[in-house]
């Protein structure tokens, strides 16, 4: 306990003042990028289908088993869902269930939503595709950015987060702004605001008017509904007891795809 008070003590008094320091630091430079950021010309947001996906990995004996839900949305909800058996040593399964929702994505014609981004999935854009992440995980932002913007990003996210940085530089922003958009290959890059800030991949050839378009009224309300419905219920597990009743004593572990 004496160790663990001391490395306390010593963080307050060492680390966390040199951290604030250089956090104040940044929040004063983030004034001169100000060019960072954007309003492409306000239109009406075009139609658009949003699509999420919901997972539950299932036990049974000797069986492993994925309940795995495709939520659609467009004029109404479509959900799809899918009972697969897996391997014990299946450590790719956030993948799998992303790979079945991008392939229902690319099912459709039209500008379609989904939860999350697209390049550590796939290296070609399908059709009107567009990922958008709430809480991205990776920073995948400042290091397509260059120069001294990226170089305030990269401090700041050591600090706190890409994401945070996002949320400085557009919080007074009207809704539809975003950062100047980054060259991911094939696709485009960038943070927009809308009722929060999000993180969006997308096609190069989908102009930021109808990207920017789509966060106006805040975030998308087909993605916020599509993002419910995924959600693997206890409703939904109750059926499978009763339509299997093998299940009825089945460990659950949940792991929803957010």
Known sequence: MKGLLSEILRLAELEAPDSTGRLARLLDAAKELEQLTL???????????????GYIELKYR???LLLITITKIDNKIN???????????NNNINRYVRELELKSAAEEKGY??????????????????????????AA???????????????????????LYGAEILLQDKPRGTMLKPVDLGEFF????????????????????EVISSFFKYG???????????????RELLRSLRVLIPRFIDIQNRYREYL
């Open 112 to 137: 379609v939503l989904v939860d999350g981004p697209l390049t550590p999935y796939i290296r070609s854009p399908i059709g009107y595709v567009i990922g958008v992440s709430k809480d991205p995980v």
């Open 140 to 162: 995948r932002y400042w290091r397509s950015l260059g120069g001294k913007e990226a170089e305030w990003f990269k401090e700041i996210s050591s600090l706190t987060s890409e």
């Open 219 to 233: 975030y998308p309300i087909k993605l916020r509904l599509a993002h419910r419905y995924a959600k693997i219920s």
């Open 79 to 89: 959900n799809n869902v899918i009972i697969k058996k897996i391997e014990r040593t």
């Open 189 to 208: 890059a960038t943070y927009i605001k809308g009722d929060s800030v999000f993180y969006i991949e997308f096609p190069r050839y989908i102009p930021l």
């Open 62 to 64: 000797h069986t492993n």
């Open 39 to 53: 309003k492409p010309p306000s239109i009406d947001p075009p139609d658009y289908i949003a699509i999420d996906s």
